[in-house]
């Protein structure tokens, strides 16, 4: 079956242009996390999705990132003016539920903001 | 503060070889702890997942180990292969209103030939 999958799989953009990725989640997939992989460092946190609860976007690193899941199903994540510091892959992951089930992470979109 | 430490950063190993990677934490209250796979430039796959009941969790030739008294796990990978190559990711949950994941930094390891 389908797995998650992200898009684009690369973006270059310039300092202060806004970018929108995308990532949709495996059907019926109720819980949907972001994170970011800057080069060299480990996974980062930014925001989690569970059902029709509020969102959980303690992780965001600034008020310029933000998320939107329409429909419980897709989502996108918006960078508004874009900073050199951007630059990293971005990943989406889904599970089925909470606490146990497995996220099954997308291949990521790489960042580059020149 | 929750926290997932990772040994060693890196490890090199021959093929054929067996390898242990340790993970130590400081999460609480303690949900589960996981074992990913990276590749490089791809998405981490799930190995393990392991609950506070669990101690021990195989997948083919991946072994997880948990002790939930010291707060570590290690994932043994017996008879390694060049395919192996990759950075493994410790990654446990605290259990709050939402399952909150603390991802380690990662061990990177290289088969050899």
């Known amino acids: 079956g389908a797995g998650v999958s992200q898009s684009p799989s690369n973006k270059v953009t310039e300092k202060g242009k806004d970018v929108e990725l995308r990532c949709d989640p495996i059907?019926?997939?109720?819980?949907l996390y972001w994170y970011r992989q800057s080069l060299g460092q480990g996974l980062e946190f930014l925001i989690y999705?569970?059902?029709?609860?509020?969102?959980?976007k303690s992780g965001l690193p600034s008020d310029r990132f933000s998320a939107e899941r329409t429909g419980g199903s897709v989502s996108t994540l918006t960078i508004q003016r874009t900073q050199q510091e951007d630059s990293a892959v971005y990943l989406c992951?889904?599970?089925?539920?909470?606490?146990?089930?497995?996220?099954?992470f997308g291949p990521g979109t790489r960042l580059t903001v020149l | 503060k929750n926290q997932v430490e990772q040994s060693p950063q890196s490890l090199i190993i021959l093929e054929g070889k067996n390898c242990t990677l340790q993970?130590?934490?400081?999460?609480?209250?303690?949900?589960?702890l996981r074992w990913y796979k990276q590749d490089t430039g791809r998405g981490p796959v799930s190995l393990t997942i392991?609950?506070?009941?669990?101690n021990t969790k195989s997948n083919g030739r991946y072994t997880a180990t948990l002790d939930a008294d010291t707060k570590q796990s290690s994932l043994h990978i017996t008879a390694s292969q060049l395919s192996d190559s990759a950075s493994y990711i410790c990654?446990?949950?605290?259990?709050?209103?939402?399952?909150?994941?603390?991802f380690g930094p990662g061990t990177s390891l290289s088969v050899i030939p």
């Open positions: 992951a889904s599970s089925l539920a909470d606490f146990i089930s497995t996220q099954y």
């Open positions: 993970c130590n934490y400081t999460v609480s209250p303690f949900s589960n």
């Open positions: 999705f569970q059902g029709n609860s509020a969102p959980d």
């Open positions: 392991m609950t506070f009941s669990e």
């Open positions: 990654v446990v949950s605290a259990r709050t209103s939402y399952d909150k994941v603390i």
């Open positions: 059907s019926g997939h109720t819980a």
